[in-house]
């Protein structure tokens, strides 16, 4: 079992900077990634990151302003999100997986979510 909880969402404005964090804990898993869902949007994927520190993958809209990183120690997964967009509303979710994809159905945990809202 995985337990996965994002924190760090809010209010910010266009061209400001948020950063999101995801703790994990319960089993160990290699990839974790970040994806998107905007009102009335499908889910979007934005980045995923391998546990072990090798080359991250973007999403092409997110790609040069937003990133991931990771924190072995503190078991936690971030997502640096600079020069903020309106575009860039939604609810984002950390996701747990055995490999990085841009696929949602290739993750077997979710956390519960965190609202960014950028205003213009």
């Known amino acids: 079992q995985v337990q996965l909880v994002e924190s760090g969402g809010g209010l910010v404005q266009a061209g400001g900077s948020l950063r999101l964090s995801c703790a994990a804990s319960?089993?160990?898993?290699?990839?974790t990634a970040w994806f998107r869902q905007a009102p009335g949007k499908a889910r979007e994927f934005v980045a995923a990151?391998?546990?072990?520190?090798?080359?991250?993958v973007y999403g092409d809209s997110v790609k040069g302003r937003l990133t991931i990183s990771r924190d072995n120690a503190k078991n936690a997964v971030y997502l640096q999100m600079n020069s903020a967009k309106p575009e860039d509303t939604a609810v984002y979710y950390c996701?747990?997986?055995?490999?990085?994809?841009?696929?949602?159905?290739?993750?077997?945990?979710w956390g519960q979510g965190t609202q960014v809202t950028v205003s213009s």
């Open positions: 996701a747990a997986g055995a490999f990085i994809s841009t696929k949602g159905s290739d993750y077997h945990s």
């Open positions: 319960g089993r160990t898993f290699a990839a």
């Open positions: 990151i391998y546990w072990s520190g090798s080359s991250p």
